[in-house]
Structure formats: C-alpha cells, structure tokens
T-cell receptor, first 113, second 114 residues
C-alpha cells in the first residue's frame, strides 16, 4: 500500500544547480500538492494540480515549476537552487471535492549550499 | 479567504496528563476542519476531521476535538497523554465548493515529559 511516494528523501545541492523532486501516488487522486515546511512556519503551498494537465500556483511558487502529465505523477522542479530553498518538501494528494483527507508523502529534505 | 491560527508554538505536558491544543479559524461560513499529526521525520497523518453534525469529533489514537462556532475554535483534546504522542500537530481549514485547497496552521509542537 504505497500511497504517496517521494524521491529522493535527502539531497544536497550547490547554489545554482537544478533538480527535480519526484512524486507519485497510486490512489487515483485528482488533486496533488507540493508544500514546503520550514521550522516554526508550518506548511506553505508551492503548487497544486486539480487534474492531469492542470496546475496552479500556491503561496510560494517562485523558483519552482511543476508539470502534471499523468494522474499519478507530479514532479517539482527547482531551477537555479538558492539557500532560501533549503527546506523539507512534502507532496500530497486527495480526491476531488472539498473536505477530503489529504494524504502526505514522507518528505524530501533538501539542503542548498 | 480562510485562515487558521494555532497560538501555541510549543506545549509541554507530563505523561498521563490531559492535553488541549488550540486552533482558531477565520471563515465566513461553516468550514471543514482537520487535525493532522506529524511524527519526527514523517509526513502528516490525519487525526480527525469535522464537516457537519455532532460538534464533538472522535479521532484516532484517543484524540477528540470540539467545534465551537461561537468561538471560531476547533481545539484538540486527549484525556491522558502517552510519550508516543510527542509530535507536531497541525490544524487545517477547508472551504466548501470550488478547488479544495486547505490552509494549514503553523503547527504546535507537543513535548511529553516522563
């Protein structure tokens, strides 16, 4: 019972490098999300998607890009990594409609040096 | 737009003591309310949720929460805390209709002393 799977779990990037955080869900959920979590700041929504081919910006989208070519996958691309992007990233998914439970991945710890 | 406030950054309790974590929301209509728990190094897991009906909601791991419309609150409670309850707790509020993008509070860190 995989749920939401994120890779990699840990990564160190140098300033200016780029990388992609992978996210896959096997629950046939329409909605998928990317959050970042910084100490004492809670969860900040980066991007979300309500279905394949549809994405939209969240609260903190700058420096990131996403795509949603399939229902299952929702990768997050970091372009030109900066120290401010050091954070824990969570991918999540839910069924469409209000009030449904959001299922989270285990997180990806990213450090930019 | 909806918002949620968790006024306590840290809460420290002794094992076996009762617990109440506070959550206040701002939204014009009846919201959907959630509590999630995050154990160290893990993602978030749903504890309980409120949509409508009975304002006292039971969740997993012996937790409960009460929706109080007059106070715009949805506080989480547990009568007797176990050491394994030490974690980060997040309150979240969602709205009816349209895209479902919930808003999360900044979290409350629960420390349990033996």
């Amino acid at each position: 019972n995989a749920g939401v799977t994120q890779t990699p779990k840990f990564r160190i990037l140098k300033i200016g490098q780029s990388m992609t955080l992978q996210c896959a869900q096997d629950m046939n959920h329409n909605y998928m999300y990317w959050y970042r979590q910084d100490p004492g700041m809670g969860l900040k929504l980066i991007y979300y998607s309500v279905g394949a081919g549809i994405t939209d910006k969240g609260e903190v989208p700058n420096g990131y890009n996403v795509s949603r070519s399939t229902t299952e996958d929702f990768p997050l691309r970091l372009e030109l990594a900066a120290p401010s992007q050091t954070s824990v990233y969570f991918c999540a998914s839910s069924t469409s409609g209000s009030g449904n439970t959001i299922y989270f991945g285990e997180g990806s710890w990213l450090t930019v040096v | 737009a909806q918002s949620v406030t968790q006024p306590d950054i840290h809460i420290t309790v002794s094992e076996g003591a009762s617990l109440e974590l506070r959550c206040n929301y701002s939204y014009g209509a009846t919201p959907y309310l959630f509590w999630y728990v995050q154990s160290p190094g893990q993602g978030l897991q749903l504890l309980l949720k409120y949509f409508s009906g009975d304002t006292l909601v039971q969740g997993i791991k012996g937790f409960e929460a009460e929706f109080k419309r007059s106070q715009s609150s949805f506080n989480l409670r547990k009568p007797s805390v176990h050491w394994s309850d030490a974690a980060e707790y997040f309150c979240a509020v969602g709205v009816s209709g349209g895209s479902y993008i919930p808003t999360f509070g900044r979290g409350t860190s629960l420390i349990v002393h033996p």
